[in-house]
């Protein structure tokens, strides 16, 4: 098993920027793809961003792409979103998930609030 802690949500002005992080306990990422999924307030989850750990190769959804970043760092055994340009429409609370690259085992982190707003 593995358990999943966010941190780094925050209030910020649009055009700023914030840096989310993902740490991992029980178990190291290694066999596993991390992600990132927001819910926004009265809509349903949804797909931003996924790093595979072995080899760092990363996806974006569209909407976030060039403006957010996703990167692991293997000594911490953490995987960071740093999120720039941001936008009132990126408001939501921003899940850490990682599932297992050949058990297809699926773990959630508690979430953490971001608020774009002036």
């Known amino acids: 098993q593995v358990q999943l802690v966010e941190s780094g949500g925050g209030l910020v002005q649009p055009g700023g920027s914030l840096r989310l992080s993902c740490a991992a306990s029980?178990?190291?990422?290694?066999?596993?793809?991390v992600g990132w999924y927001r819910q926004p307030p009265g809509k349903e989850r949804e797909f931003v961003a996924r790093?595979?750990?072995?080899?760092?190769?990363?996806d974006y959804a569209d909407s976030v792409k060039g403006r957010f970043t996703a990167s692991r760092d293997n000594a911490r055994n953490t995987v960071s979103l740093q999120m720039n340009s941001l936008k009132p429409e990126d408001t939501a609370i921003y899940y850490c998930?990682?599932?297992?690259?050949?058990?297809?085992?699926?773990?959630w982190g508690q979430g953490t609030q971001v608020t774009v707003s002036s």
């Open positions: 029980g178990r190291t990422f290694s066999a596993y793809r």
């Open positions: 998930h990682a599932q297992g690259i050949y058990s297809g085992s699926t773990y």
């Open positions: 790093i595979t750990w072995s080899t760092g190769s990363t």
